[in-house]
């Protein structure tokens, strides 16, 4: 019955979005240029620095277009705010496949003018890619990852799309690719305190390859910086340095790791000697950069 | 009375009822309510009688205001008037009931009345509805009885309110005061449990502040008090500040954004929230204010929380943590730096450690830290076995202190560095000096057992006995005390005063247990067993516990060599199994798999034995790690009927790809096992030539480079420096120390040979080569013309019962030869002279004897001894083919030509 009403709420609530996503609305964007100047229209794209707005009512027959050079503009402002709100819930309740098409459709509308957008604008992207991820469309996430991450202005998009990017190339077996961005993200100096996917890769490689030194200490990172929020991977972080310590001979420490392991409430669960994903076909991927392992102790 | 004020005024004018409400009102919506007060109280007073005022029911309406009014205007026995008149009406709406009580309950409080205030926090509690309510008033009670001086009272309604149903934001504040004052009253254990055993369920400011605060000051209080794990656990509930000043300009955001919404919506009520919004948006400015000045407290936080890793046994976490904050250097950068030193030293990184502590030094060389660093650099590298290297930081320790305890206890470290380098006398030196003039009498007594320790380490266990004893005496410390008792005991046994041992050892153990009962266990089951009292070495063997598991391993072996004599061979095969399966290390798996296998083979187990031996082979075989392999091969092979392909069975058990430190350990077993040294040596450098060094255990790394070195190949250097690399533990570690040695021989570099064959001690002379390097070891000081220290080496060898008749003879040649070179002919012809009268059996010495005795006898003039040595020599048969025979016969002539000459010439004059 729990299943079914479940069912029935989310089929009801994908009927209300997608009434509220194609009511058309009558609302125009709004361009508000440095002076403070508010010009409303459709925004139709961007070309050669200049931003293009198309007058939405006129008393003559034809639209006229108007041209703003991006560097006198302050921002702009869509007219799909319902949508991308209601697209914020869906996403945010975690129903990532259902996020994806209203994601996808605010995605193509700014598309033209990546760069240049607010924050809030840019998070769809990220938002998208995320739940891509989440939905194991890993080569899609890839893809659109590779093709926006250099255009998102904003640190909290660009660290996003870049865990999505992350968790897409490990889950689907492109290790070299996954260790790259993981190598990236502790070069640029990101915490582990929203994810700790990063030394995770690492950490899990350096395990493969024997190398349980290194696996102990790149899985320790994480764990060291923790506070008591929940972190994204860490339980695996936990698992990797757990079994890198046991492979060591370190017993005693292995106790107190798990007393925090406990303590946190995560489930470690037993390491298998065969990584699952090394099970998966290996495309030809390799990337020309490895992982350097002595940058490996980056900045968590 | 105001009627009656009014009456008597001369402008008295008479306001309705409708005008007095509404100055009421009026006045309440503008903030007055001393006069709103004073209105709605007028109104009541004058009007409460009138039909008009029951048909209205203007009571239930009025009073609240009124009552709420007089709680403002401070005027709290009108309030409470009004608000009891109220409440005891029957018709009330329920929302106002509630209004009314609690403000009721603020008058009591105010007014002082605060029984009365606690009574009706009950009723309300009583008749409110929802869960959320009742925890408010009972929230306001446990306030009540805190203030009161109920502390215990309130502080556990807290607790209550706190795990209740009620409403999120009244549960987390119960938390947050009962906290707060558990915090206060030092009930440190329930504030832990407040604040950390249960989820925040907040991300509301400003009690995330509140919270963090809380736990840093817990953190503070458990770390000091040596609760690390805890501490740790509340410093990871403290949030960054910066991410409390974002929450909290937040959340100023959104009530400014409130305010401004609610105050159009808002008709009379506006006043109360205005009122009620300034307040809390005042409020909270002033916070962020607070938190915008505040000190950003995230490096101490850090700090703090990488001290409680390292004090929790967790160094590495704690590295990570120091190695960030030495990036951005601060005020504690010297602090900072010395606890990354520590945790480096903690996590097993002795090397890095040290970097560090010279780092620091060099950067803040003054610093207090920078001293303590000296100290952690010398004990690093006292623990790496660096002693030479430690020897000197603590001469600098002592230099640079001016503390007498400090300078004392350096030195008593450069003792114990000289000890493990065998350096007793110096060692003795120092600790004697410190026994005499130490400042603190602990140390004193500490040197005082590091003789006696010193003097047991150089075999005078009579003179360490002595020592102990007079400690023993003189000790107040019940340490010492054991630790002496125990020693005497061993010294006894090492003196084979087996007797005294025993009941010594057995007085021990009549005494409370204590941590060296075990020990003493085992030496009062060896003292039994040497006195052949086996019963009683056995009871003490099996009374070892086993949770001692390297004792009972130790005391296994007598055990079963008792129980194999008496015929328990049964009993002998239980007690080894149930041992192993208490051992973990692999050595002593090893010797016991070797026990156990000659008592599997006493039982005529063959199959048993061999599996048993199998088993650990392949178990640890190819494990360069484990050192006690060689016996294991050398009993499995003379078990077994075609051993080239038992071996070539085990290498194909072992589960690893590089089989290879097995099949070498095969090799050195074969060469070992060669009849012929020729064909020996051929097969340990055939070993050399056929691995890699990096796959070679240490046995086999040991006897390559002890044969290379004996051919004078500077591989042989390549070989040893590998075994002190990669095995520094290991006992083989002399062979390294040889092969250096006797390269530096070949270069005729004596000090240097000496430096190297002096570190092979007494306890290397189960090795082939530990006579040698003694010989080499005595020939390079006798090059160097020091006589006295060659000839010492070769009597303490002399006394060595374990030395056959060829060897003894060999070492009799070598101190006769010494006097020799040295020109004192009268001692070198005394042990000449013995040497072939007790060893004339071993001819290269005896018959070098007697021709060097002749020698010395000539250069004292004693030509008729000289001649006579030389007929007794050639008339030996056994000697008829040395080559020293035809040097006596032409010495002989020599001198019977010198005697002739002589003799002439005595005639002659």
């Known amino acids: 019955v729990k299943r079914l009403n ?38 139709i794209g961007m070309e050669g620095g200049y931003i293009s707005l198309q007058e939405t009512k006129s008393a003559s027959a034809s639209l006229a277009i108007h041209r703003f050079d991006t560097e006198e503009t302050a921002h702009i402002e869509f007219s799909d705010k319902e949508q991308r709100i209601a697209a914020a819930e869906i996403y945010g309740n975690q129903h990532y496949a259902d996020a994806i098409p209203l994601l996808e459709s605010l995605v193509f509308r700014r598309l033209p003018f990546l760069g240049i957008l607010q924050q809030k604008d840019e998070e769809v992207f990220s938002s998208l890619l995320l739940s891509y991820s989440a939905s194991s469309l890993y080569d899609r996430c890839l893809g659109r990852h590779k093709l926006w991450h250099r255009k998102l202005a904003h640190h909290k998009t660009s660290k996003d799309s870049s865990i999505a990017a992350m968790r897409s190339a490990w889950a689907a077996g492109y290790r070299d690719e996954a260790a790259l961005f993981a190598q990236r993200w502790i070069d640029a100096g990101y915490s582990s305190k929203q994810s700790a996917i990063a030394w995770r890769i690492l950490a899990e490689l350096a395990e493969e390859k024997d190398n349980y030194e290194d696996a102990l200490w790149i899985s320790l990172q994480p764990i060291a910086f923790a506070d008591a929020k929940p972190i994204d991977q860490l339980a695996e972080c936990f698992a990797i340095t757990l079994a890198a310590a046991k492979r060591l001979g370190k017993d005693d420490y292995i106790a107190r790791l798990s007393e925090e392991a406990t303590a946190r409430g995560l489930k470690i669960s037993p390491r298998n000697a065969t990584p699952p994903n090394t099970a998966l076909p290996k495309p030809n991927r390799s990337l020309p950069l490895q992982p350097n392992p002595n940058k490996l102790l980056g900045n968590p | 009375l105001l009627i009656g004020t009014a009456l008597a005024s001369p402008n008295i004018s008479y306001d309705t009822l409708e005008s007095l409400i509404q100055k009421g009102v009026n006045a309440f919506s503008s903030g007055n309510y001393p006069a709103s007060s004073e209105a709605f109280q007028s109104a009541f007073d004058t009007y409460r009688h009138e ?85 408010l008033a009972a929230l306001r009670r446990a306030q009540l009885l805190l203030d009161s001086g109920k502390e215990s009272e309130g502080a556990k309604l807290l607790i209550e309110i706190a795990q209740s149903e009620g409403a999120q934001r009244v549960r987390q504040q119960a938390r947050l005061i009962a906290i707060r004052k558990s915090l206060d009253d030092k009930q440190y254990a329930q504030a832990y449990e407040l604040l950390v055993a249960k989820p925040w369920e907040t991300e509301a400011m400003p009690e995330l502040a509140l919270l963090s605060i809380a736990s840093l000051e817990l953190g503070d209080h458990l770390l000091e008090a040596g609760k690390p794990l805890d501490a740790l656990r509340c410093y990871q509930r403290v949030l960054p500040l910066e991410e409390l000043i974002q929450l909290q300009s937040r959340k100023l955001a959104a009530l400014k954004r409130q305010f401004a919404q609610r105050q159009a919506e808002l008709g009379i009520a506006a006043t109360i929230w205005e009122d009620f919004y300034r307040q809390i948006l005042a409020s909270l400015e002033a916070q962020l204010d607070t938190l915008r000045k505040a000190q950003d407290y995230e490096p101490f936080r850090q700090l703090r929380k990488g001290k409680c890793y390292l004090l929790a046994g967790r160094p590495r976490e704690a590295w990570l943590v120091f190695e960030r904050l030495a990036r951005n250097p601060t005020e504690f950068d010297p602090k900072i730096k010395y606890l990354w030193m520590l945790s480096a030293r903690d996590a097993g990184y002795l090397a890095e450690a040290i970097s560090i502590g010279r780092e620091l030094i060099e950067k803040y060389p003054d610093s207090k830290d920078a001293f303590d660093a000296l100290r952690l650099i010398a004990f690093s590298l006292q623990d790496y076995g660096q002693y030479h290297e430690a020897i000197e930081v603590f001469a600098t320790l002592v230099e640079k202190s001016t503390d007498k305890k400090q300078q004392d206890d350096a030195w008593f470290q450069t003792g114990y560095c000289h000890a493990m380098l065998q350096e007793y006398p110096l060692a003795k030196n120092v600790f004697k000096n410190l026994r005499r003039n130490a400042e603190s009498s602990p140390l004193k007594e500490q040197s005082h057992f590091w003789v006696g320790l010193v003097l047991f380490f150089q075999t005078r266990f009579q003179d360490a006995l002595d020592e102990f004893a007079s400690l023993a005496k003189t000790t ?26 025993a009941e010594l050892a057995e007085v021990l153990l009549a005494r409370e247990s204590n941590e060296r009962t075990g020990e003493i266990r085992l030496l009062a089951g060896d003292a039994r067993k040497a006195l052949s009292e086996d019963d009683d070495a056995l009871a003490h063997y099996l009374a070892i516990p086993i949770e001692l598991i390297t004792l009972k391993h130790a005391a296994s072996m007598g055990a079963t060599e008792i129980l194999v004599q008496k015929n328990r061979i049964e009993e002998a095969d239980a007690f080894l199994t149930s041992i192993r399966t208490n051992l973990h290390d692999p050595n002593a798996l090893c010797e016991n798999a070797l026990l156990l296998a000659e008592i599997k083979l006493a039982k005529n187990e063959k199959a048993e034995s061999r599996a048993v031996l199998e088993h650990a082979l392949v178990r640890f075989g190819n494990d360069p790690d484990v050192q006690e392999i060689l016996p294991l091969i050398e009993f ?188 004192d002919y009268e001692q070198a012809i005394a042990y000449y002279q013995r040497l072939y009268t007790l060893y004339g059996a071993f001819p290269e010495y005896a018959a070098h004897a007697y021709y060097q005795s002749a020698v010395a006898f000539d250069k004292l003039g004693k030509t008729a001894e000289a001649i006579r040595t030389i007929d007794e020599f050639v008339s030996i048969d056994r000697y008829k083919n040395h080559a020293t025979v035809s040097e006596g016969i032409t010495l002989r002539a020599k001198l019977l030509e010198e005697r002739s000459t002589q003799i002439e010439k005595e005639d002659e004059s």
């Open chain 2, 636 to 823: 499995l092979s003379s078990l077994s009927a075609d051993w080239v392909s038992d071996q070539r069975s085990l290498l194909d058990k072992i589960t690893s790809t590089d089989t290879s430190a097995l099949t070498s350990r095969f090799a050195l077993h074969r060469a070992l096992n060669r009849e012929h040294y020729h064909e020996s040596e051929t097969e340990l450098l055939a070993i050399a030539a056929e691995f890699e060094t990096e796959a070679l255990p240490p046995e086999c790394l040991a006897y390559t480079a002890a044969a290379l070195a004996r051919i004078d190949s500077p591989r042989s250097e390549k070989f040893a420096q590998q075994i002190i690399d990669r095995y520094p533990n290991s006992r083989y570690i002399v062979f390294a120390y040889y092969a250096f040695g006797k390269r530096a021989v070949y270069r005729g570099e004596g000090a240097t040979a000496i430096a190297w064959l002096s570190r092979i001690g007494a306890d290397s002379e189960e090795f082939s080569i530990f006579l040698d390097s003694r010989l080499l070891e005595a020939q390079s000081h006798a090059t160097l013309q020091e006589f006295g220290q060659a000839e010492a080496i070769y009597q303490s060898l002399l006394k060595n019962r374990s030395f056959g008749p060829a060897t003894k003879a060999k070492l009799l040649h070598g101190i006769a030869d010494l006097h020799q070179r040295r020109g």
């Open chain 1, 6 to 43: 479940t069912r029935v709420a989310t089929h009801l609530r994908l009927a209300i979005y997608f009434c509220v996503f194609f009511s058309v609305s009558t609302k125009a964007d709004t361009l508000i240029t440095k002076d403070g100047q508010r010009f409303e229209g459709r925004l």
């Open chain 2, 51 to 135: 039909p008009e005022w029951e048909e209205s029911r203007l009571s239930e309406k009025i009073l609240p205001l009124s009552g709420f009014a007089s709680l403002k205007a401070g005027l709290y026995d009108r309030s409470i008037m009004a608000l009891a008149l109220f409440l005891e009406e029957e018709s009330y709406a329920y929302s106002q009931e509630i209004f009314a009580r609690y403000a009721l309950i603020l008058s009591y409080q105010k007014n002082g009345d605060i029984a009365s205030a606690i009574a009706e926090c009950n009723t309300l509690e009583e008749s409110a509805h929802s869960h959320s309510l009742k925890s």
């Open chain 2, 476 to 501: 107040a410390s019940i340490h010492l005390q054991i630790e002496s008792d125990f020693r005497i005991a061993s010294c006894h046994y090492a003196l084979s005063r087996y007797a005294e041992a």
